[in-house]
């Protein structure tokens, strides 16, 4: 369910943030390795293991998944639950091809552009140890979990970075809009 969450919560992701993302800027590029971009937007990995694992945990109190990007879809589980999710940046697991784009616009396609694919979980305070010791190694093609932030019960989304907190906005992918990001 998504509406589990309560105020002291661990907020985890599967895998990493900004594939998609980069793929796509990738390909806004005339000598891009268009078919390794390809690839990554057209053949999404889909994490069946690692939400059977996070179901059956008993550890974990709320769960969806990223496809339209972290800053949307934590504004909807804000909507159902009326918590805040507060979000560390410099926790966040970024996709390495990031690296390459400038700072600004990777931090917006991490955040949200979507297409990932990952899940965003919330996880009892009490049972993140155990939950972390337990997620399997071999997970495939070694995902690995993250922890990200915090559940709140008051202040709204809120990225917080070196330079100090500021909102997380509630956009991402929209498929009924004609401009993608909103």
């Not at 996070?54 to 504004?75: F, I, K, P, R």
């Not at 990031?98 to 990932?116: E, I, N, Q, R, S």
């Not at 305070?125 to 070694?142: M, Y």
């Amino acid at each position: 369910m998504r509406t589990g969450a309560k105020p002291g919560d661990v907020i985890v992701v599967t895998g990493d943030l900004g594939r998609a993302g980069h793929a796509a800027k990738l390909l806004e590029q005339p000598t891009a390795l268009r078919s390794d971009a390809l690839t990554e937007l057209l053949r999404p990995y889909p994490r069946i293991a690692e939400g059977l694992f996070l179901a059956e945990s008993g550890a974990v109190t709320s769960c969806m998944d990223l496809s339209d990007g972290l800053g949307v879809s934590l504004a909807q589980l804000a909507s159902m639950t009326r918590l805040s999710y507060q979000i560390e940046f410099d926790a966040l697991p970024l996709y390495r091809g990031l690296t390459a784009l400038p700072p600004a616009v990777a931090k917006d396609v991490a955040l949200y552009y979507g297409g990932d694919y990952e899940l965003l979980a919330t996880v009892r305070a009490d049972a993140i140890g155990w939950l972390l010791e337990r997620w399997p190694a071999t997970a495939p093609r070694g995902q690995r979990l993250t922890v990200i932030g915090k559940v709140a019960a008051s202040g709204g989304n809120v990225l917080i970075t070196k330079t100090g907190k500021e909102p997380l906005l509630g956009k991402g992918w929209e498929h009924f809009r004609s401009s993608a990001i909103r």
